[in-house]
């Protein structure tokens, strides 16, 4: 069983384009989370979706930041007209959320994204 | 809102020796989990150990246990048996029921290291 795929591993953009991060959950996982981690920082949550809706977005930046989770295909990160201070790990994780610890999250390997 | 806090940015430990990282948490919830999560350099996010806050029995995993304290809101790690693999970040996390969204709340990390 694969675990969470994420792609690319390395992502640099100039300022101003736009960045798009992708992630495939483990198989018959149906949540995924996305967390940033800046340099020698903690993980913070962004984004919390299931199929083809968002649940929890709280952590997302109000303007340039969208997720979507669509039935087909990995979940998506964008990040539009990208600025120094985008520049951090993305990470994505996935869940089959069956109402127990018995699902702890599992993580993808991290995107990290340098803006030059 | 619930926070977690890790107020230890740095430890280390010698070889065989054993380390306790302290996590504590802040919430209004009486039904919750907890786990710690290790990032070695290799930036993977890799599941330790985890806990549901309604059992009174301390978790467990080979030369990993916890002491969780719910009346203190404190749930600590301790690494038996160091070793030089066990160089990493460690996260707390908490994942409250009550709001329905499941988002996990990061720590900021201890950086633990394993000496020879």
């Known amino acids: 069983n694969a675990g969470v795929m994420q792609n690319p591993r390395h992502l640099v953009r100039r300022r101003g384009q736009e960045a798009r991060l992708r992630c495939s959950p483990m198989?018959?996982?149906?949540?995924v989370y996305w967390y940033r981690q800046l340099p020698e920082e903690g993980l913070k949550f962004m984004v919390y979706?299931?199929?083809?809706?968002?649940?929890?977005e709280s952590g997302m930046p109000k303007e340039r930041f969208s997720a979507e989770f669509p039935k087909e295909g990995p979940s998506i990160l964008r990040i539009q007209q990208v600025v120094r201070g985008d520049s951090a790990a993305y990470f994505c994780?996935?869940?089959?959320?069956?109402?127990?610890?018995?699902?702890?999250?599992?993580f993808g390997n991290g995107t990290r994204l340098t803006v030059t | 809102a619930q926070t977690v806090t890790q107020s230890q940015p740095e430890m280390s430990v010698q070889e065989a020796e054993t380390v306790t990282l302290s996590c504590t948490y802040d919430?209004?919830?009486?039904?919750?989990?907890l786990f710690w999560y290790k990032q070695p350099p290799s930036r993977q996010m890799i599941l330790v150990i985890r806990?549901?806050?309604?059992?009174?029995q301390n978790a467990t995993e080979n030369r990993f246990s916890v002491n969780f304290q719910k009346a203190a809101k404190s749930f600590s790690l301790k690494i038996s048996d160091s070793q030089l693999g066990d160089t990493a970040m460690y996260f707390c996390?908490?994942?409250?029921?009550?709001?329905?969204?499941?988002?996990?709340?990061f720590g900021t990390g201890t950086r633990l290291k394993v000496l020879a």
């Open positions: 198989k018959g996982h149906s949540h």
């Open positions: 994780a996935s869940s089959p959320w069956d109402g127990t610890v018995n699902s702890p999250l599992h």
């Open positions: 806990q549901e806050a309604y059992k009174q």
């Open positions: 996390a908490f994942m409250g029921l009550a709001s329905g969204t499941y988002k996990y709340i």
């Open positions: 979706l299931q199929k083809e809706n968002i649940i929890d």
């Open positions: 919430t209004s919830e009486n039904n919750y989990y």
